[in-house]
């Protein structure tokens, strides 16, 4: 059973960092692409990143291009995105996610996998 248990958020005055965490479980996502989304009340789930777990090529939105790094740590089979210069639009509901192959897409349902979410909150 796979499993995507994300942890890290909370609330950052604008300007702060954040460091969230995805632990995977249930199956090697070696041949997976792991992204993060975000949502905000009232609006549609957004791309934010996304990396090849074998290999590391990293993919991101240009809102967050230059702030944030996503990241894996193969020993903890753990994808992290780091989260610096946060603006109040950055608040959202953050998902990890899981597809199975390493073609790259932003489209959320092409994605298999779901965490329950971390909510970021950012304070002006």
């Known amino acids: 059973q796979v499993q995507l248990v994300e942890s890290g958020g909370g609330l950052v005055q604008a300007g702060g960092s954040l460091r969230l965490s995805c632990a995977t479980s249930?199956?090697?996502?070696?041949?997976?692409?792991m992204g993060w989304f975000r949502q905000a009340p009232g609006k549609e789930r957004e791309f934010v990143a996304a990396?090849?777990?074998?290999?590391?090529?990293?993919y991101y939105a240009d809102s967050v291009k230059g702030r944030f790094t996503i990241s894996r740590e193969n020993a903890k089979n753990t994808v992290y995105l780091q989260m610096n210069s946060l603006k109040p639009e950055d608040t959202a509901v953050y998902y990890c996610?899981?597809?199975?192959?390493?073609?790259?897409?932003?489209?959320?349902?092409?994605?298999?996998?779901w965490g329950q979410g971390t909510q970021v909150t950012v304070s002006s």
């Open positions: 990396i090849r777990w074998s290999g590391g090529n990293t």
């Open positions: 996610a899981a597809k199975p192959n390493l073609y790259i897409t932003y489209q959320p349902d092409r994605y298999d996998y």
């Open positions: 249930g199956r090697t996502f070696s041949t997976y692409v």
